[in-house]
Structure formats: structure tokens, C-alpha cells
């Protein structure tokens, strides 16, 4: 029996700041940022917007005509906790008005726990196919102003149904996994911005991408040249790139530049005009791939290579349903993408310096957001999401 994802969809804020307006106040090229690390914009959240209410947007429009009862699992992936006890799913699971005959449970290993998810929703729907299970990847990507990370900030959030017998994409059951204890990203409890050691943490990534596509090698009949699109974990979008030339290193491949291109540029539209969306972005390069390729995908291996600093990673191998186009939501997407507003960098700075109340007293957030769900405020130190 088929396992895999169903339905998918994603949701980003209404703010973006688009990168030359950051070279201009860095007085750094422009080139440097589109070009040489391949991002255009940076979307910013609201201060009434957090990884609950991106998770629960981006839902949105695929409950809207789920039967809620099929799904019987909640998996919220992130890595922008905002508690340290209760899952950001519980909150999602209320805004949703999922059942509640439902487990829910929050996942973390930086931007790789999206697709510890989803293994385990095929696993769950493989031992109970008539079951449906949620998965939500949300997250804020922020680093300290004037790092070198800075232009690599974002954020954004996808929502995926894994069922039996999927509409878009099945996911096959080899993997191959590779586990290193690392220090080339990581947040300590008591920061809201990562650390990291930028350069270093490129060569983990491609150096991950090397051991685990050896394991995938070992227990998978596929070959580097079975495949005929590659998404990658987007950090930004260039990466795709130097991990897509490694890996046709590693196999030996003999297709030229234009065509080794092909086979992942596809996968980048959204995430260069969003940033770093961690555990969501290698899923929105999914949904880039699946809206934007011209060719059709019916049939077509599609290889993953998902990464989370620290480092777990995992490659793996998915093939597209025929008919799947039908079962997008290109338009909202797109619309949503369209709509945003750009903000000058004294609005960006606003945004970046986003209020953290520790005191417990009752504050109320601005509307900010155009979704349908946003954080009203905090009070008693509980926080109040509410439908707009
Ligand atoms: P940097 O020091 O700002 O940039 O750091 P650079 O000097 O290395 O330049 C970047 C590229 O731009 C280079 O190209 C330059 O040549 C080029 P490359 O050598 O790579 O081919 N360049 C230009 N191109 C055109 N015109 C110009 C120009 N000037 C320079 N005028 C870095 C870049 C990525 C390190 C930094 O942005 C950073 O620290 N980012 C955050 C960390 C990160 O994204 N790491 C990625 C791997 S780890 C990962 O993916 C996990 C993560 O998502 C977290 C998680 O798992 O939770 C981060």
C-alpha cells in the first residue's frame, strides 16, 4: 500500500524586506545577497504572529474541506518552541477544531524534525491506513543584526496530510540517515537568536549529504540518475545549488550545468522571495517544485535531502502521483506572495525587535496579520491566539 503526502500547503506573513534594502544599509553589493547566496526577500512576522498562528494559516485552507475526524495525529516540527512544556500543536490542534480523539505532539532536531514527521505519519498510516495524520513545520529564522547569518533570516510554515494512497507524492520506505553531535547552529534556552558558525555549518551540510546518501545507497535500489528533481533543505537558496553539484560529484554524473540545473531550480522560487523557514523549507521547495515545474512530474523520483544543524540528516526517496496538479494551491500561494507589503529598514528593525513580556501582566498585541488566526496577547503568562 502507498503512503505519503496527500495535500500541502504553506503560509508566510505579510511583511517582507527585500535584500537590497539591507546591502543599502550595510553598504554591501546586492550580488552578493542575490547572487552569491541567492535570496531576494526576507519575510518578517507580525507582532501578532508566531510559529502557532503561521502553523494554523497554513493549515487553513486544507481543513476548510477535511473531514477533521480522519486525522487522528497532530506532529508539530519546530524549533521556535514557545514553551518548554506543552506542544505547539495543542494550541493548533483548538484553532484547527481538530477532534479530540487526537494525539499531538511537538518535534525537535533544528530545521530536520518536519521530516522525522513525516516518516513517522507513514509509519502511524501504514499500520492504520483508514487514519490521516497532520504534520506542521513552523519557524522563525533570526539571527543577530549585523551577522554574517542576518540576510539569512525568514520564516513561514507548512502543513502536510500524510494518508494512504496519497494525491501528490509517495514516499517510498528506504532512507538513508546520518547522525554527527556537532556546534555549527544551535539556540541555548535563555536566546531568541541562533549561534552559528556560518562557513563551517556549509561544509557539515554537504559533508551530511555525502554519509547519508551512502546509507541511502545501501539499502535502496535507486541510483543518482533514477531521479529527475532534487529538494533540498533551503538554508538559502545558493545551498541548493553547491549540495546538488556535490552530490553529481559524488555520482559521477555526466549531465551538463544547464541540465544539472534543472533538476532542483524549480524547487527554489518560494524561498528565495521568503528566507529560511528551517524546518518548513525543504517542504515549501516541495510545493515550488510541484506549482512551478512546466513539465509534468506524474511518475518522476524526487530525492530529499533533509538537514538539521547539530546534525541530524536524512535522504530519501518520493514519486509524483498522477493527477497530483489538480490537488494544489498554487493560486492561494501565489496571491499570498503577491499581496505582501515590503518594509523600509526602519520597519524591518521594528518588526526584528518583536516584544517578550516576562512579566506576566495582561499586553495586547497590534493586528498585524492578514491570516485568519493571530496572538492576541499574554496575560498570566498564558498566551491568547484567537480567530480574526
Ligand atoms: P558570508 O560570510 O556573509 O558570505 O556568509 P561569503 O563571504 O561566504 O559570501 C557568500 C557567497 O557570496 C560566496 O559565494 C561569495 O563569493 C559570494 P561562494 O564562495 O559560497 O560560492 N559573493 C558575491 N557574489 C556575487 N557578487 C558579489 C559577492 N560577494 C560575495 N558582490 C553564510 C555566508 C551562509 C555563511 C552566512 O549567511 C551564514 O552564516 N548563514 C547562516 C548559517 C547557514 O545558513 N548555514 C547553512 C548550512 S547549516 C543549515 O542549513 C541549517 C540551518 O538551516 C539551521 C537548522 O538546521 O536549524 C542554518
Redesign the pocket.
Known sequence: MSVGIDEISFYTPNYYLDLRTLAKAKN??V??Y????GQEKMSMPGHDEDIVTMAANAAKPIIDHTDTSSIRTLLFAT?TGVDQSKSAGVYAHRLLGLSPNCRVVELKQ???SATAAIQMACALVARQPEQKVLVLAS?I?R?DLG??????QGCGAVAMVVSAKPRLVEIDPDVGNFAEDVM??WRPNYRSN?L????Y??K??LHSLKKAWENFVHSSSLAFTNFSHFCY????S??AE?AHRHLSRINNSTLNLEAMTRQFEDSLHYNRVIG?S??A?IYISLVSLLENCKHDLEGKKIGFFS?????VSEFFSGTVVSGYDKFLHTLGHQKMLAEREEVDYETYLALYHYPEYTDGEAHSFEAMTKGHFRLAGVNGHKREYVSC
Open positions: 554591501i553589493e550580488e552578493k542575490y547572487n552569491g547566496i524549533e533544528a530545521c530536520y519557524d529564522a539571527y551577522s554574517p547569518g542576518e540576510a539569512t555549527d547552529f541562533a552559528v558558525d556560518g562557513k555549518s556549509t557539515v551540510y533543505h533551503l538554508p538559502f545558493r545551498m553547491k529560511n528551517y524546518t523549507s538537514y538539521g544543524s547539530g546534525c
